[in-house]
């Protein structure tokens, strides 16, 4: 259900706004590969999480696109 939702809200927001959650998830997940690297991340499903919010975003960046 949480992934419903998550679409849901990223369907309701404009393509600048969607840019501008890209380049936040990017970074985001820029670091959590470094903490991963450094053995100071706890919890390394969250990179998997980021990496399919990512695809997500760029879905709908496509979509709103065409």
Known sequence: MKHKQYMEELSA???EEL???L???KKELFNLRFQ???NQLDNT???K???K???R???QIVIKNQ
Do not use: Q
Request: charge should be positive; aromatic fraction near 0%; avoid cysteine.
């Open 53 to 55: 919010n990512i695809a």
């Open 36 to 38: 991963n690297a450094t």
């Open 23 to 25: 380049t936040a998830a």
């Open 13 to 15: 927001k404009t393509v």
């Open 49 to 51: 999480e980021v990496r």
């Open 45 to 47: 499903s969250r990179i």
């Open 57 to 59: 975003i760029n879905t």
């Open 19 to 21: 840019k501008a959650d």
